[in-house]
């Protein structure tokens, strides 16, 4: 199964931050690619391709300027996820989405910025909320990549999905073990 996250409406000197550590997560737990949408951001992309060429990844980062029309085009073969406050309850989501065969190739995440328009709603096969109390919407990526996908972490932490890195992490109780491979 493969996961792409969908950043919704990224504005230049607001979402600069969020954006890229969407991208950080979504690379981390195991997506193959980010897509935004909004206000297109080089910086956003540059900031992403050097942490794959440091630490190892063929993720992908690309933006689109009609979101609309990406969306309905990737339906056609994908299972939308919209994370929002206002969805399912998370638990019951997970519950009925690993219930379901899903014949889907793909699962599309969409992570808002900015008020995301009523047609995103309509568009998603689910609307689900982590929690419905504010949250941010890194954290409601992370827990969802990590129980859509729960090997990820431990691919991670075994840098299975990073063999082309040129650092490497060694996990220590103290200190800092970096490996310039």
């Known amino acids: 199964m493969e996961i792409i996250v969908f950043r919704y409406g990224h504005r230049l000197e607001r979402d ?16 193959k690619e980010i897509i935004y949408c909004g206000e297109e951001d080089p910086s956003v992309e540059e900031s992403v391709l050097d942490i794959n060429k440091r630490w190892g990844s063929d993720f992908k ?17 994908s299972t939308i996820v919209h994370l929002t406050m206002y969805g399912l309850d998370f638990n ?28 995103v709603y309509q568009l998603a096969d689910y ?3 982590v929690t419905n109390q504010p ?13 859509l996908n729960p090997k990820a972490l431990e691919q991670t932490q075994q840098n299975k999905q990073f063999t082309n890195a040129q650092i490497r992490i060694t996990p220590a109780n103290k200190g800092k073990i970096i490996t310039e491979l």
């Not at 550590?21 to 737990?29: E, G, M, N, S, W």
């Not at 980062?61 to 073969?77: A, G, H, P, Q, Y």
């Not at 949250?135 to 129980?147: F, K, M, N, Q």
């Open 135 to 147: 949250h941010s919407e890194i954290a409601a990526l992370t827990i969802t990549l990590d129980r």
């Open 127 to 129: 609307n689900v909320s």
């Open 16 to 31: 600069k931050r969020t954006t890229t550590h969407c991208a950080l997560v979504a690379r981390a737990f195991g997506a």
């Open 61 to 77: 980062i690309s933006f689109v300027k009609n979101w609309k029309k990406e969306l309905f085009k990737m339906k056609e073969d």
């Open 92 to 119: 019951d989501f997970v519950k009925k989405f690993k219930a379901q065969k899903e014949n889907k190739k793909r699962i599309i995440v969409i992570v808002g910025s900015q008020k995301v328009p009523s047609d």
